[in-house]
């Protein structure tokens, strides 16, 4: 195992124990669109403390879909527009 593989690895564990399984979840499906789990991760969480689970429209990975295809994969940007959405 080399030294970047050990450091992804701490990496991984550090973002695993900072989020939720349910947000880890769901960055591992959008993981895609983003630069890392982590930044995923971020979104998801921002996602979720912004819409309830309970609602029906509830679809981070729609969002981040849709983002990703209007701004051409620039995902920059996606966690403050949370907050100005209507």
């Known amino acids: 195992m080399s030294v970047i593989d050990i450091v992804e690895e701490i990496e991984n564990g550090c973002v695993d124990n900072r989020y939720r399984d349910e947000i880890l979840d769901t960055a591992r499906e959008i993981e895609e669109y983003f630069d890392s789990v982590e930044h995923a991760a971020s979104f998801a969480a921002a996602y979720d403390r912004e819409y ?4 029906p429209s509830y679809d981070p990975a729609g969002y981040a879909e849709q983002w990703a295809d209007s701004f051409e994969g620039d995902m920059s940007g996606i ?8």
């Open 79 to 86: 966690v403050d527009s949370l907050s100005h959405e209507d």
């Open 52 to 55: 309830s689970r309970e609602n």
